[in-house]
Nanobody, 118 residues
């Protein structure tokens, strides 16, 4: 199973970006999906998560600005980021709890860089 993230880039403060992460391989089902980020010199932190049933939760720092969603038919998770601020600058990683015919475990994407700067 591989996760491929995309959508990062350079954006001005107040701007928007949409991240996508698609899983490929022999997948039976995917439980929770999430986005994490790691800023320079800081630990990786959870940004948002969505359960198989669609329940979501967000870090306090991104509530009301970011929206996580998933498309189960496409094994894809999205992160719509609005009102970006410089503090959102980080490498963003997607995470999925994947069940295959052989195992059930977390998988991580390769990371996509988001830079918020004027």
């Amino acid at each position: 199973v591989q996760l491929q993230a995309s959508g990062g880039g350079l954006v001005q403060p107040g701007g928007s970006l949409r991240l996508s992460c698609a899983a490929s391989g022999t997948i039976v089902s995917i439980a929770n999906m999430g986005w994490y980020r790691q800023a320079p010199g800081k630990q990786r932190e959870s940004v948002a998560a969505v359960s198989l049933g669609g329940n979501t939760n967000y870090a306090d720092s991104v509530k009301e600005r970011f929206t996580i969603s998933r498309d189960n038919a496409k094994n894809t998770v999205y992160l719509q980021m609005n009102g970006l601020i410089p503090e959102d600058t980080a490498v963003y990683y997607c995470q999925m709890a994947v069940r295959t015919p052989l195992y059930f475990r977390n998988h991580w994407g390769q990371g996509t860089l988001v830079t918020v700067s004027s």
